[in-house]
């Protein structure tokens, strides 16, 4: 068997492994959206209390996650995974077993502890692995497998109907699992990674000391997308893995199987065309007009949805297109704005001014919720929460533009290169 072919095979058990890894991250993170009704009306958690069980899990990277970013250009992407993997299964066992608001809330906090930095450890692992024209591809796939998680918990009142109406515990039982599942994954990412990265360029032999001054020579095309991934962003999670399934349930008249199941299908779409999309980028060599177009998508969607009588799925399949289109450029994009010694070191900073628009978007949703009365019988308050949202998302469609004329001409983008 000839080199070439022996390695394809690694990088490609090796994105097997990670996806999995990831898939289960995507579960257990979307797993408080379908149980929150009932945690509202089994527990009498509020809104705010139910925002702050998925606020909480971003709180700590508002830090941690730059340092996550390091630790995985100094110690490799999978000794990370696996270390974080770990603590996201212990993370996701305390939020299910916990006897009140405060342990669950423990629970989160520890699993998003791991979980952002082991998100950057499976695209670290991508770009290690794959090189030349495959990477947007790979990274677009490996995405679409954890948009499967997500889909999964989305679709989970229906396939685990039985769980559901045992209460709010079976479900986040089942997501234990899950997260179990996602952490023997890692394990097997560590173990062939061991067996063959020597092949590879280890990070940690070959990643620069840190120095914060770094991080002021990324350049302004960086900057601006990094702006634009905490707006994205913060309306993508705030919204559709916290709030739409009440959102449908109450201002919209759906049961809780039906508002799951429409909230799903914007990962079912990704699940198939986010790697269309990431083929598309290599194919082409385009990334700012189309992260522009993905980014405009998102306020249209939220403006449908709030001020037209239109199906609920033309909304929600907006969304699933720029929840596809966005992450197939973004991290890509990312990977040839800086080089590749600073690659998690990027992500990490992005990650960090990411989960704390995340965080901030959920508690200023449920705060507004709570204030606004919004409720089944009150749907017209969340009016404040979804003008909240589309406010947010028109102006990261502002900052996309402002990419694009930066660096995102056909000329500037043939020219971007590792620096």
Not at 395 to 411: D, E, Q, S
Request: net charge positive; with cysteine.
């Amino acid at each position: 068997m000839s080199t070439t072919v022996r390695e394809s095979r690694v990088a490609w058990l090796v994105f097997a492994l990670v996806a999995v890894a990831l898939g289960g991250n995507f579960y257990v993170y979307d797993s408080i959206g379908p149980v929150s009704d009932l945690l509202q009306r089994q527990r009498n958690f509020s809104d705010s209390q139910i925002g702050m069980l998925n606020a909480i899990y971003h709180l700590p990277n508002i830090v941690l996650i730059l340092v996550g970013g390091v630790l995985v250009d100094r110690f490799g992407a999978a000794r990370m995974t696996l270390w974080t993997a770990a603590v996201c299964f212990v993370g996701a066992a305390l939020t299910a077993f916990s006897p009140g608001f405060a342990g669950m809330a423990g629970g989160r906090l520890l699993f998003g502890i791991g979980a952002e930095t082991l998100n950057i450890a499976t695209l670290a692992a991508i770009a290690q692995y794959f090189v030349g024209g495959r990477i947007a591809f790979a990274m677009g796939l490996c995405l679409a497998i954890g948009r499967a998680g997500s889909f999964s918990a989305d679709m989970s009142p229906t396939w685990f109907a039985h769980a559901y109406a045992m209460g709010w515990q079976p479900p986040l039982i089942i997501a234990t699992l899950i997260a179990a599942t996602s952490f023997a994954a890692a394990i097997g990412y560590w173990l062939t990674d061991r067996r063959h990265g020597h092949a590879k360029v280890v990070a940690s032999h070959t990643a620069q000391r840190f120095v914060l001054s770094d991080l002021l020579r990324f350049g302004t095309a960086y900057w601006l997308l990094l702006v634009l991934c905490v707006l994205w962003y913060a309306v993508i999670f705030a919204f559709r893995s916290t709030f739409s399934i009440k959102y449908f349930q109450h201002a919209h008249g759906r049961d809780l199987a039906t508002a799951g199941a429409m909230n799903s299908y914007v990962f079912l779409a990704a699940m198939f065309t986010t790697p269309a999309f990431g083929w598309l980028c290599d194919k082409i060599g385009r990334y700012a007009p189309m992260l522009a177009f993905g980014a405009l998508l998102l306020p249209v969607s939220i403006a449908i949805m709030m001020w037209t009588h239109w199906s609920l799925w033309v909304g929600t399949a907006l969304i699933g297109v720029s929840f596809s289109l966005v992450p197939a450029v973004m991290w890509p994009l990312t990977s040839k704005l800086v080089s590749s010694a600073r690659f998690g070191t990027a992500l990490g900073l992005m990650w960090v001014a990411q989960n704390a628009g995340i965080a901030g978007a959920n508690l200023v949703a449920g705060w507004l919720n709570d204030t606004a009365g919004a409720s089944a019988q009150n749907p017209a308050g969340y009016q404040p929460m979804m003008l909240f949202f589309w406010a947010a998302s028109s102006l990261g469609f502002v900052f996309a533009l402002l990419l694009w004329i930066t660096a995102g001409r056909r000329h500037h983008e043939a020219a971007v290169h590792a620096r």
